[in-house]
């Protein structure tokens, strides 16, 4: 798994709000295709420009483009090509 430092300029989630909530994949293990274990997801990134989910940060501090994400039920398939499904988190709005 690579990690991506193009993303060190976006921000939490905390200060953000899902407008989908089930697209919240906080706390949920990263696996491969082959299911080798990669970690947790720690937090999901905000450019807070756009206003959009552009990155992950694992437990252990590497940073992932969500791009290469493919979301389960409970658990994330990591590709570092394209993911199957690809979700496009549209939008996030900032916490009242």
Do not use: C
């Amino acid at each position: 798994m690579k990690t991506d430092d193009r993303f060190k300029s976006l921000h939490g989630l905390s200060d953000w709000q899902l407008v989908n909530e089930d697209q919240d994949i906080r706390g949920y293990p990263v696996r491969s295709i082959t299911g080798e274990e990669y970690g947790k997801i720690d937090d999901m990134l905000v450019d807070k420009d756009n206003e959009h989910v552009l990155a992950v940060r694992m437990e252990d501090g590497r940073l992932v483009g969500v791009e290469h994400l493919d979301i389960r039920d409970d658990h994330v398939i990591y590709t570092d090509d394209h993911a199957a499904s690809p979700v496009e988190y549209r939008k996030v709005r900032r916490h009242s």
